[in-house]
């Protein structure tokens, strides 16, 4: 089993972030990518030991303020194992095309309120946004309303991880907004940060459920306040993962599991199990206290061969909408009335370990049908519906395989295919509306930084 690893870096449109997946960074369509080893950068940034160190917004004139940040974040779909993963089994989501972009601004002059797309902020509204801003951009901190801008092509309620693309995007804008105090001048290292939050810290606090204002600085020696960099290096795949998954278990009543988070953040394929995979690469394990008691999740990327490239997704919308945890319900009920039927929950496992093995190899044939027997489970589970399988159908012709995706009930289906223009026409004609996605596509990416940063804490603080 390989273990995480700093770098290599991913460069988006011109900014720099740290990508914590060993091997390959996918390649994007009409996006600016490349790697290379993690630079030394920021070694002439002010410290506080040589007074250069200078906050903006809370204590200075607003008016002077005209910092912007912008990130964004891929949607998700999932290729094997859904309703199956709830009870242990391994499921594989991948990143899509589709992205949630945010934006950020300090709102010059005296604004009583955060502004979303230019209306007023209403935490019930936007509760990701919302339990965000409790835990990296609080007011009592003295930090400054932001006027925040939310544009993308992913279909929000569809089962395609709109709502973790938001997340992610936005706890990567707010955490270059306002840069980040380390302990040491190693500051690539989150071991030697005095605030964030990480995998690696034992710090339960930001899942916790409450509307409360948490607060990220560390004690002792690992809280000193000694390094200060204000760009988008401080940015951090986990910590943006980690703040996404807690925020959609507070917004979805304490309980998500980590796959949109994960997948939207990281990008590429994310493969999620309740034990520790020996073949793929190891990301990290969380763990969430939920109603019913605690889970864990061990998560892992998969890496891709070439020609991964020559294959698309095409996933159909049936505009049907069916809350997840219904579907979920469903699957419960049926369990509980014959255990018995836990045989077909193993036997989506071991499809979906016999789909992630193909896709390993390149070989999308045998991935296809691994797709249309994860379908024929899913339909034998109940959670198919009339307008899923008419998209499936239509897609069949000229697609390797395909199956619904997320919770069903309605929502998405998705079909792996070499012929995108073809399928998706298929499916459009039966009533479906579709997107065109490549499968592996790259995460979190920093798009715009100016003037940075737009707030920061005092060393003190
Ligand atoms: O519809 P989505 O994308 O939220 O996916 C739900 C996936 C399930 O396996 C049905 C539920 C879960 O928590 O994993």
Not at 367 to 388: F, K
Request: glycine residues 10%; hydrophobic residues 35%.
């Amino acid at each position: 089993m390989s273990h995480p690893e700093t770098g290599p870096y991913v460069i988006v449109n011109g900014c720099s972030i740290s990508y914590h997946l060993t091997g390959n960074i996918p390649v994007v369509n009409g996006r600016r990518v490349q790697t290379f080893n993690a630079p030394t950068i920021h070694a002439e940034r002010p410290t506080t030991e040589n007074k250069g160190y200078e906050a903006r917004g809370a204590g200075k004139d607003k008016g002077d303020c005209m910092g912007r940040v912008s990130a964004s974040a891929p949607g998700k779909c999932i290729l094997f194992g859904e309703h199956a993963v709830v009870y242990g089994q391994p499921a594989v989501a991948v990143a899509i095309e589709q992205r949630i972009s945010v934006s950020i601004e300090t709102l010059e002059g005296k604004s009583e309120s955060w502004k979303i797309d230019g209306m007023q902020f209403d935490p019930k509204r936007h509760p990701h946004v919302q339990a965000l801003r409790n835990r990296l951009w609080q007011p009592k901190q003295g930090a400054p309303n932001l006027s925040i801008r939310i544009s993308g092509d992913i279909p929000p309620a569809s089962g395609l991880g709109s709502s973790a693309a938001l997340s992610v995007a936005a706890s990567a804008a707010l955490r270059v907004a306002r840069g980040r105090w380390h302990n040491t001048a190693e500051h690539q290292e989150s071991r030697a940060w005095s605030e964030g939050y990480s995998s690696q810290f034992e710090q339960e606090d930001v899942y916790t459920i409450e509307n409360r204002e948490l607060d990220a600085n560390r004690n002792g020696d690992a809280g000193k306040k000694v390094h200060y960099v204000s760009d988008e290096s401080v940015v951090d795949l986990d910590e943006c993962a980690l703040l996404a998954h807690a925020v959609e278990a507070v917004a979805q009543g304490g309980r998500a599991s980590p796959m949109d988070a994960s997948t939207c953040a990281h990008g590429g394929i994310v493969l999620l199990s309740d034990t520790l995979e020996s073949e793929e690469d190891y990301l990290y394990t969380r763990r969430l206290k939920m109603p019913e008691g605690e889970r864990e999740w061990h998560l892992h990327t998969i890496q891709l061969p070439k020609s991964t490239e020559e294959v698309f997704l095409v996933i159909g919308n049936t505009g049907v909408h069916a809350p997840t945890s219904q579907q979920v319900a469903k699957v419960a009920t049926a369990m509980k009335e014959n255990p018995q039927r836990m045989k077909e929950i193993e036997t989506i496992g071991i499809i979906a370990r016999r789909g992630i093995q193909s896709l390993k190899d390149g070989d999308f044939t045998a991935v296809g049908r691994a797709m249309t027997e994860n379908q024929i489970m899913l339909q034998g589970l109940g959670v198919s519906c009339p307008e899923l399988e008419n998209l499936i159908r239509a897609a069949a012709p000229t697609s390797l395989g395909a199956k619904l995706t997320g919770a069903g009930g309605g929502g998405c289906m998705v079909a792996l295919t070499t012929n995108p223009k073809q399928t998706s026409e298929a499916i459009e004609l039966a009533g479906g509306r579709t997107l065109i996605s490549r499968i592996g596509n790259v995460g979190l990416s920093v798009d715009e930084c100016k003037e940075l940063p737009l707030w920061a804490t005092e060393p003190s603080a």
